[in-house]
């Protein structure tokens, strides 16, 4: 049995690559956001947290190709099974009940598809060409000052926390999702999983948002000052 | 003139068939493959015998109606596979298991090949557990038994409630596997039209090509029916819609001879008639009589609900009648103790067609759990069809027309008054005598497929010279022509009736004539009546469509005409059986008590029907009957 | 109760198709919806005209040849339940009910209602038995199966291969039906030996059949007449990977 065939040719291979590229991604999603929430530890903590990284420019980037990656061969594999799924089915049904299945499980491509346009305008928002490039009083890239001057804006704050929304959408399909196709779900342990998967989307969300949120609320401005 | 030849081995009973084994004629491996063998149905016997033949390097063409082999109407049978294994150490052996299938036949089967089937039924078990048959274990991990109407001893194999779905499925996959091998063909969604002679041997089929009409001719060595029995002559019975007597007709029109017609069985736990507009009846397996107390209300016409009658005032008619046996006593007893109180005025249930099958006892005794585990299945499936939850009140049952022990005549190769032409599974006639006990259809269908035809099919091939034609023989041209012909005949009635409403007709009239119990004057009314019904179908049936697509009117139509033929030779040999035996009871011939007076002297044979012609009245021959092992005695199971 | 139906006629695989809408009058309550449409066929023929072509055969829930979604749901959607063995007391007077065959590329429409699953029968012969052939087989208790396990096996052969799964999954998925079987075969003593060629084998034949692949949507379980759950899949992907990894070290 060649091993690229059984994997990248076949449906269920497809499916583990989705499975672990997925679970990769999902670790990044907890990480930045662990990172992320330093914010609320005033600047000091989160722009040294940026300098950190940048002190260690090998490891970012095989951090960042390694993402890339993941990106890609989620997104791959996604395009071959939905190309093969659309193909499975050329004539529709004209009454379609979906009372057996979630919405979430039924706008995987969808909602992966908005959240990968989000995170391209994302990277170009606070990486790759960041509006504000400003220093702290250390010399360091005052990512507090960015953070709070970028969500100031309620319409920037409004489209991150839609995105978010939709990623942990995605995530509460996908997280168990994960465990099944990677043959870990059965049993007692699907139940896990499923709380597993629920409880995760909803604390990545909250996390993600709070930030917005408190930056609306007025968390920030007197830093701006 | 035909001749009727059993072919039973000399020697003694036991060693008879290891002996005939050995004087079966053998086809050198090499030369198997030179040999084409049609096998004509995809059920236990049909699929066993087809993947069987393939292993041993036999070509195999194997055709089916249904859309897939997996479909056939075995895979409905629910409770369980007998076998003499005595792994439960109850005093069960292989003589015991011949002797209680000859006294549950009512002393009208042949000791041979019923002494055959219990030897091998120890194999089948063997072979399907081979492959991956996941009949119920204990905990031990060994396999469990069940007990079953008209045995002591526990010697039935099941897996829950679908254990005819399981040993299918292991037929199916190992026929499967014969497909991918390339050592069969098959053909789904055909259907036989006939049977093509060359030189007085069978030689091949016509079929039609059910989704596009094609009619096709396939030559072979020889032919193989496995195409299961006749019931739906009464329209409702718990066959599958589709079931039906053409095959087994249609060869016996070319010479088959047909025996003993009028041992149909009528099973005693059927979920009742509902309306009219019902198309079948649904079987609630044998198994539920372990635990389920069947009674009526002791006085008549009692309309309180089944919880209000004290104990008192209920009769355990079962128990009452036959203590020792008790819920357990067989099928054709049962079936028609139910229908004696009933006609008493007793029957429960709409139009007073029905007896409780009561579990609070056993509930209590076992708990719900215990009882849901063991048939939670059937329990579903009664409140699907009938909305009533049979944890918390009796379930209403009524005997149905559920199996017929008739079939083709067959020596103990199996093979039919046409050289070439061998029958097995419920097709034939040749194991159950006058009734079949419950759990022994799946062994006889299984036994004949996988342990008997590939001996004896074998012994045909080498003891006769007859080459195989081609297709393009006159003989199958002349029956292409006719089956052309009949076609065309029925599409071009253009009546106003629907062949489903003179289905209906016929059985109710075979039933009420023809059913749990039958008489002179019936049966001759039934005889007079079902050529005015056949003349009436030919004049006034619409069968819309055309013979060149998928036409679903058309192949209804076609296997009623035969049932219309049919039905009147099931009559004629109930007519012609003066005696009262297993399920064919004459109320003539009955005891003081109501049960069942066989007539030995005259009628321990088997009749065979030679069709003679449309317009002559067929022919009947007589093998006897000789019991060399078995003293006939008047059955009991008080 | 009186209805009035959609039902999808197509004469054959290359013709398109339509829906065409008939009156049903006077259906008890106590009719499968099978026998509704029985009724309602023969109002057509009485008629001359040509009936719904459906497929059916035990009409008890167990042979697996009826394939109806109704109003969207294959078998119509009360558990556990086949389209046979659905009753109309399940639907109530003036509904409308609208009738489709499985759609999916493996399960070409044959005629009106009738679709051809020869696609499981292939996916079977790819590998879906024992190769046990018969004789020479040992004692049927020589080698002992866990109740547990002959319990878990025997959930997995329950399928009666009818497709809802197929018809329901939002991708025509037949990933419950290769799992069923996958693990019915492997999780048997008896199937142990060929369990990694079978699985490898299976998935390829499913895969060339066109099926698509599983989203873990769970329609496929809300639908199968014998509960056949999502458990099987995760076993599938488990034995899959657990084969590919051993032909590969």
């Known amino acids: 049995m060649n091993i690229y065939k059984a994997i990248f040719l076949s449906s269920l291979g497809k499916k583990y690559i989705m499975g672990v590229t997925g679970l990769a991604l999902f670790g990044f999603v907890i990480g930045h956001m662990l990172g992320n929430l330093q914010i609320f530890l005033g600047p000091e903590k989160i722009n040294a947290y940026g300098a950190l990284l940048k002190s260690m420019p090998k490891l970012l980037w095989m951090a960042r190709l390694g993402l890339l990656a993941c990106v890609g061969l989620h997104l791959w594999a996604a395009i071959q099974l939905v190309r093969q799924n659309r193909k499975a089915r050329p004539s529709a049904y004209k009454v379609v009940d979906h009372s057996g299945s979630s919405f979430a499980s039924r706008t995987m491509i969808w909602s992966g598809l908005i959240v990968l346009a989000f995170i391209i305008f994302h990277l170009f928002d606070f990486t790759i060409t960041p509006e504000y490039t400003g220093k702290d009083s250390e010399g360091r890239h005052d990512i507090f000052r960015m953070v709070v001057l970028g969500f100031s804006n309620p319409l920037s704050a409004g489209w991150y926390i839609f995105a978010n929304a939709l990623l942990c959408f995605h995530l509460s399909h996908g997280v168990k999702s994960l465990f099944q196709s990677l043959g870990l779900s059965s049993g007692k342990w699907r139940g896990w999983f499923n709380t597993l998967a629920i409880s995760v989307a909803w604390l990545v969300f909250v996390g993600n948002a709070s930030i917005p949120v408190a930056v609306l609320l007025g968390f920030g401005k007197e830093a701006l000052k | 003139m035909m001749k009727l030849d059993s072919n039973i081995p000399s020697g003694p009973l036991a060693s008879k068939w290891e002996r005939h084994k050995f004087d079966l004629k053998l086809v050198n491996p090499a030369n198997k493959r030179k040999f084409e063998i049609i096998v004509v149905g995809s059920g236990l016997a049909g699929a066993s015998a087809a993947a069987t033949l393939a292993e041993l390097g036999y070509k195999v063409s194997c055709f089916c109606y249904q859309d897939s082999p997996r479909r056939a109407h075995s895979i409905a049978a629910q409770g369980g596979i007998n076998a003499a294994k005595n792994y439960q150490n109850d005093g069960d052996s292989v003589h015991r298991l011949f002797y209680d299938t000859i006294k549950g036949g009512d002393f009208r089967a042949r000791e041979a090949n019923v002494h055959r089937l219990a030897e091998v039924s120890r194999n089948i078990i063997d072979q399907c557990v081979a492959q991956g048959v996941p009949f119920a274990r204990e905990y031990s991990g060994y396999l469990a038994n069940r007990s079953f109407g008209g045995a002591q001893v526990s010697r039935t194999f099941y897996a829950r409630g679908q254990t005819g779905q399981q040993l299918l499925l292991g037929a199916y996959q190992a026929l499967s596997r014969q497909i991918s091998l390339g050592n069969v063909r098959m053909f789904p969604r055909t259907e036989l039209q006939d049977l093509v002679l060359v030189d007085g041997h069978a030689k091949g089929v016509v079929m039609r090509n059910l989704v596009n009409g094609e009619i096709s001719s396939h030559a072979g060595d020889a032919v193989i029916l496995a195409t299961g029995g006749y019931s739906p002559v009464f329209y409702l019975s718990t066959n599958a819609v589709g079931c039906n007597v053409t095959a087994a007709w249609r060869a016996h029109k070319r010479g088959a001879a047909f025996a003993n017609p009028c041992y149909t069985q009528i099973h005693p736990t059927c979920i009742p008639v509902s309306g009219d507009h019902q198309s079948k009846l649904t079987l609630m397996s044998e198994s539920l009589r372990n635990d389920g107390r069947v009674w009526v209300p002791g006085k008549k016409d009692d309309s309180r609900r089944p919880g209000e009658v004290p104990e008192s005032e209920r009769d355990y008619f079962l128990e009452r009648k036959y203590p020792s046996f008790g819920n357990l006593a067989p099928r054709d007893i049962a079936s028609r103790a139910a229908k004696e109180v009933c006609d008493d005025g007793r029957g429960v249930g709409p139009g007073g067609l029905g007896v409780f099958l009561d579990f609070a006892d056993s509930i209590n005794r076992l708990g719900e759990g215990a009882v849901r585990e063991r048939y939670g299945n059937l329990f579903d499936m009664y409140q699907r069809i009938t909305g009533e939850n049979a944890y918390t009140q009796p379930m209403r049952i009524f005997p149905a027309p559920h199996y017929t022990m008739g079939g083709l005549w067959v020596d103990y190769n199996l093979m039919s008054s046409i050289p070439g032409l061998f029958v097995l599974g419920e097709a034939n006639f040749s194991d159950h005598g006058a009734n079949r006990l419950g759990a022994s259809a799946l062994m006889q269908g299984l036994a004949d497929g996988y342990f008997v035809i590939p001996y004896t099919i074998g012994h045909y091939f080498a003891s006769h010279s007859q080459k195989r034609p081609s297709v393009s023989h006159d003989a199958f041209k002349g029956v292409e022509a006719e089956v052309h012909a009949k076609i065309e005949k029925l599409l071009s009635v253009k009546g106003k009736r629907t062949t489903r409403s003179m289905h209906w007709e016929l059985g109710r009239l075979v039933w009420e004539k023809c059913g749990m119990a039958r008489h002179k004057e019936g049966l001759e009314e039934a005889i007079q009546r079902i050529p005015e019904l056949r003349e009436a179908f030919w004049n006034e049936v619409s069968v819309p469509g055309g013979a060149n697509e998928l036409n679903v009117s058309l192949e209804q139509a076609s296997r009623v005409a035969d049932f219309m033929e049919f039905g009147e030779l099931l009559c004629r040999d109930a007519l012609k059986r003066e005696e009262s035996c297993g399920g064919h009871f004459r109320t003539e011939h009955q005891t003081e008590d109501g049960e069942a007076l066989r007539n030995d002297r005259d009628f321990s044979h088997v009749s065979a029907w030679e069709y003679q012609g449309k317009d002559s009245p067929p022919k009947m021959h007589k093998e006897s009957l000789h019991y060399e092992e078995v003293k006939m005695t008047q059955r009991s199971y008080k | ?249």
Request: a negative charge; aromatic letters at 6%; one cysteine or more.
């Open chain 3, 1 to 249: 109760m009186n209805l009035t139906l959609k039902v999808w006629r197509q004469r054959d695989a290359q013709d398109e198709g339509h829906f065409v809408t008939y009156p049903a009058h006077d259906i008890s309550e106590d009719m499968s919806f099978l026998e509704m449409l029985d009724v309602v066929n023969e109002g057509l023929i009485t008629k001359g005209e040509e009936p719904i072509a459906f497929d059916s055969d035990c009409r008890e829930g167990i042979c697996g040849t009826c394939s109806l979604v109704i109003n969207g749901r294959a078998h119509g959607g009360q558990r556990a339940t086949t389209a046979c063995q659905l009753h109309m007391r399940h639907f109530s007077d003036g509904q409308t009910i609208t009738i489709e065959p499985w759609r999916a590329r493996p399960f070409p429409v044959v005629r009106d209602l009738i679709v051809d699953r020869g696609a499981f029968d292939r996916v079977i012969q790819s590998g879906g038995y024992i190769s046990a052939s018969t004789g020479g087989t040992p004692d049927a208790n020589t080698l002992p199966v866990g109740k547990p396990t002959a319990d878990m096996a025997m959930d997995a052969a329950q399928c009666i291969g009818c497709g809802a799964c197929v018809a329901a999954c939002k991708n025509a998925s037949a990933m419950l039906f290769v799992a069923a079987k996958v693990s019915h075969l492997g999780m048997l003593p008896q199937g142990a030996v060929e369990k990694d060629a079978r699985v490898l084998s299976m998935v390829r034949a499913m895969d060339e059949e066109g099926f698509g692949n599983c989203t873990v949507t769970g329609a496929c379980e809300a639908v199968c007449p014998k509960e056949i759950g999502l458990d099987f899949i995760s076993r599938l992907n488990r034995d899959y990977l657990s084969a590919v990894a051993k032909s590969t070290c």
